[in-house]
């Protein structure tokens, strides 16, 4: 007796908030978007929306997390490419995104657009996004010093303004613009700190 495939799973309304704000975040900005919006795009309630995320900060903060974690999946496949060499991965991440950023659709870092939208650096959603930032820059910190970096901090400071600098010119020129060049510019840098190879 054969089985038959079972029906796909509907995603939990919280699942489908979080869909919703994720798309809806990232095209137009936390503060623009209104929980109305959210709940109707999800076709869920707004009760179901604070049952599972208590506020809309809540949610923001759920979103930022999930944008976090598309970064470390991007390190990953540059570790897994390029395994004991962290000057290759680095140098994958700034390439990877050259390409991203030269999208037609780019709207930069979710991070650094919720900083811009909160400038009151008290607010929860503001600190959430500073506290990720602060991990991108361990990251880089950690693979300064696996290619022997004379400065370790200031070859990690020089391509985390590279990198912020790509995600808003990456939406302020027209594709391809000058953030295609990141990946070139992170290899001068690093070049300069550890020699050229």
């Known amino acids: 007796m054969s089985s038959s495939p079972s029906p796909a799973r509907r995603p ?9 704000a994720r798309d809806l975040f990232y095209r137009q900005g936390i503060r623009a978007v209104g929980v109305e919006e959210i709940v109707q795009t999800a076709g869920v309630t707004k009760p179901s929306l604070y049952r599972a995320f208590r506020s809309k900060d809540g949610l923001a903060a759920a979103f930022l997390a999930d944008y976090q974690c ?28 050259a390409a991203r950023s030269a999208a037609a659709d780019y709207r930069g870092c979710a991070l650094t657009n919720a ?57 302020a020129y027209p594709p391809p613009g000058p953030a295609a060049r990141v990946g070139e510019c992170a290899r001068l840098l690093v070049d300069a700190q550890c020699g050229r190879r």
């Open 115 to 171: 900083i811009l939208d909160y400038p009151d650096r008290a607010h929860p959603v503001r600190q959430e996004a500073a506290r990720l930032k602060h991990e991108v820059r361990d990251w880089l910190v950690e693979r300064a010093r696996q290619m022997g970096a004379a400065d370790a901090d200031a070859l990690a400071d020089g391509l985390v303004l590279l990198m912020e600098g790509a995600f808003v010119v990456g939406q």
């Open 12 to 20: 939990s309304a919280a699942e489908r908030i979080r869909q919703s």
């Open 70 to 97: 598309s970064f470390w999946e991007r390190v990953a496949a540059a570790r897994a490419a390029h395994p004991d060499d962290a000057r290759a991965q680095v140098l994958a991440y700034f390439d990877a995104l």
